[in-house]
């Protein structure tokens, strides 16, 4: 028995010892957790993601103090914050990147980023540094780190940045002072910044930079000097640069320096400028994009000629601390406008551009994207190497072109075009087969032009061995490639049948062709591809020969606007929009509406002249998306409500209509029916006598046997 008590006490004990290591390894384990992930405790203003406290618009007014202290990221924008004082990230020694953008802060004490060793981006943007901005410079000077700095919306001058950065920060990499008050740069502003890769001086006010301003910038790749009033670039010698964004100001002039060194040189923007010339381009440069949208860019070559009258050449004279730099520049020299064998992409939209000189774009041998909408071209040639062959898009739409001239030696025309652009000129003498000619050729856009579509009768007539010359209309038959087809507005005649045979169209805009469609047939050949179809003003009613869309399985767009129908086309189903606006539409069919809704997502129906008392399909819509039901009225006793807000008594009186109407028509009828019986009776009984001796003297005559 006390054997058997010892060993029940052995036992207990052996339990109890057991439990009790349990709890310390769990006490331990509690205690590594809380640890390692405190990222996920809550807090009451920020939420804490991994090793980032993110405090965005929490209303704090100061750095909360009670936040895990080996956070790596701190983001506190859109707060109230007004300084920050010297103590405020003492706790957060191992800070990487701090966000204080769109704060109040006034006050950068001395020290505040004293701890703060790591830290690698800092953004400051939208405060008010301007305030104490040599406290502010004081304590940048702690972050031997830092590889980026946004000062950008702080109301700082060219004086205070000056300040800012007397002291460079050598490790910085990207800087950005956009939307301050800065007027000049001085060849000393960035004195320091040697690892400097990006920098951003968008939306100032710099009107003058002085030589040499980023001379010690020796690895900066990226400058945005956009939206400012510089008025010229000469002498440009930044060779180490890749892109150049001087975009939105007011140059006139851009010229590179001559020289032999290779520029780096890959995206130079100088749109939206007041450019008068084609800019000189290095020598020696890899360049891909070239934007010069929205400037006053032409060539003069021609007009030049024989007119020693004008001058040649122009010079510009800098002085800059007793130095003086003279370039000379031939304005109507257009042989040499620099190196542009690697260009890709070229926008020269929207300027004055009234010619293209002699061989301009063959120089551009890698050219895929070219933009010369919105110009004064009177001419453009194609040739065999002009544009070059690699083009894949070309914008040649709002010219004054009425003819394309086609010089080639093969039966090929821009072997790699997929998109042309020859909207809005004046086009109506071109090749008949210019398009055949483009062998992988997807998009083309005609619209707003003169144009007639070559009748199949013609083309059947053609012989392979000597194909005529024609340019009074176009073929787009067997353009294999061809899947977007634009045609608005180019007085057609009524399409020919068979106008689109052997295309796989699946976009078709023939929009604003008065009579281009007398019937379905021209369509039908496309009916297996089409998805978009635009018949808007088209003179479409429903009492020409039959409009059945029954054959077009793939449609899944279709505009009808601006036309005569009255009723909905047969035949559509599977649409996701639907355009009806502007027809004679009283009412529509119940039953097409019922098939519709099964896939329809929008539909187009104001300008209609409804009738309110035939309204009963409305209900039929209520899944179904109508944009323009607000705008959507219909008539009753010459009046006109919104759909959408019809008067009770007006549905009151069109409900009794409805299930009243066999009523009221024998109610009208009753009066006229008593009349007519009352009048026969009265007839009757006057001239009975009389009426009876007609019958008997008719018909009581002896017969022939």
């Known amino acids: 028995m006390p054997e058997c008590c010892a060993s029940y006490a052995y036992t207990n004990a052996d339990i109890k010892m057991e439990m009790l290591s349990i709890y310390f390894w769990l006490k331990f384990i509690v205690l590594l957790t809380c640890r390692c992930g405190s990222d996920s405790l809550p807090h009451k203003h920020c939420n804490l993601i991994e090793e980032t406290a993110v405090c965005s618009t929490s209303g704090l007014d100061t750095v ?84 980026l700095l946004d000062l950008s919306g702080n109301k700082l001058s060219e004086d205070m940045l000056m300040y800012l950065l007397q002291k460079p920060l050598p490790s910085l990499e990207t800087l950005s002072l956009s939307r301050n008050i800065i007027m000049r740069l001085e060849h000393s502003t960035f004195e320091g910044l040697s690892h400097l890769k990006e920098l951003n001086l968008e939306k100032n006010y710099i009107y003058e930079i002085e030589e040499g301003t980023f001379d010690d910038l020796k690895a900066l790749v990226q400058l945005n000097l956009a939206y400012n009033y510089i008025s010229c670039i000469v002498q440009f010698s930044l060779v180490q640069l890749k892109m150049l964004n001087i975009s939105f100001n007011i140059i006139e002039w851009f010229l590179t320096a001559e020289t032999d060194e290779r520029f780096e040189l890959e995206i130079l923007d100088l749109s939206h400028n007041k ?47 007793n130095v003086t730099n003279i370039t000379t520049v031939d304005l109507w020299d257009e042989a040499d406008l620099g190196n542009m064998s690697s260009l890709i992409s070229l926008d020269m939209s929207h300027n004055q551009i009234r010619y293209l000189p002699e061989n301009f774009l063959s120089r551009m041998t890698s050219l895929t994207h070219l933009n010369l909408g919105q110009n004064c071209l009177e001419e453009f040639l194609i040739a065999d190497t002009e ?27 821009l072997p790699h075009l997929s998109a042309l652009n020859f909207s809005k000129n004046m086009l109506g003498n071109i090749p008949a087969d210019i398009f055949s000619l483009m062998q992988n050729i997807t998009t083309i856009d005609l619209s707003h032009n003169n144009i007639k579509v070559c009748p199949v009768q013609m083309l059947d007539s053609w012989s392979h061995q000597s194909k005529p010359v024609i340019r009074n209309c176009v073929v787009f038959q067997n353009i294999h490639s061809l899947r977007n087809l634009y045609l608005s507005n180019c007085r057609l005649e009524p399409l020919p049948r068979g106008a689109f045979r052997g295309t796989s169209l699946t976009y078709l805009d023939l929009s604003d062709n008065h009579g281009a469609i007398a019937n379905m047939s021209p369509l039908q050949e496309i009916s297996l591809t089409l998805q978009c179809l635009s018949l808007r003003n088209t003179w479409l009613s429903n009492h020409m020969s039959k ?114 109407l066999v009523f009221m028509y024998l109610i009208l009828a009753l009066p006229t029916c008593l009349t007519a019986v009352v009048g026969f009776t009265v007839f009757f009984l006057t001239f009975k006598q009389h009426l009876f001796k007609i019958v008997k003297r008719k018909c009581m005559v002896s017969a022939s046997y």
């Open 387 to 413: 544009p070059p062959f690699t083009l894949i898009e070309l914008d040649l739409s709002q010219n004054n072109l009425s003819e394309i001239e086609v010089n080639v030696t093969t039966n090929s025309i």
């Open 275 to 321: 450019l008068l010339f084609f800019p000189v381009l290095p020598k020696y440069n890899r360049l891909r994009s070239l934007l010069l949208a929205d400037n006053e860019i032409s060539f003069y070559g021609r007009f030049a000629v024989n007119s020693s009258s004008q001058p040649s050449k122009v010079t510009f004279i800098q002085i800059i601390n």
């Open 64 to 147: 909360p103090p009670d936040l895990p202290q080996h956070i790596r990221g701190l983001v506190l924008n859109r707060s109230i914050i007004k300084s920050l004082k010297s103590n405020s990230l003492l706790l957060y020694s191992d800070l990487e990147d701090l966000n204080l953008s769109e704060n109040e802060i006034e006050m950068v004490e001395m020290g505040a980023f004293h701890k703060q060793k790591r830290l690698q981006k800092l953004r400051l943007n939208d405060n008010a540094l301007h305030l104490n901005y040599q406290s502010a410079a004081n304590a940048l000077q702690d972050l031997s780190s830092l590889r």
């Open 547 to 660: 409009i059945d869309f029954s054959e077009f399985q793939q449609l899944k767009e279709l505009d009808l606007s601006k036309n005569s129908l009255i009723a909905i086309p047969n035949g559509l189903h599977k649409l996701r929009k639907l355009d009806l606006r502007t027809n004679l539409l009283v009412s529509l069919q119940q039953d097409v509406i019922q098939k519709l809704r099964q896939s329809l997502h929008h539909l187009y129906l104001s300008d209609n002249p409804y009738d309110c008392c035939l309204f009963s399909w409305w209900d039929e819509l209520s899944k179904i998306n109508v944009p323009d039901k607000d705008l959507m009225s219909c008539n009753y006793s010459t009046q006109f409500f919104s759909v959408t807000r019809l008067p009770p008594s007006v549905v009151y009186d069109c409900k009794w209509r409805g299930d009243n």
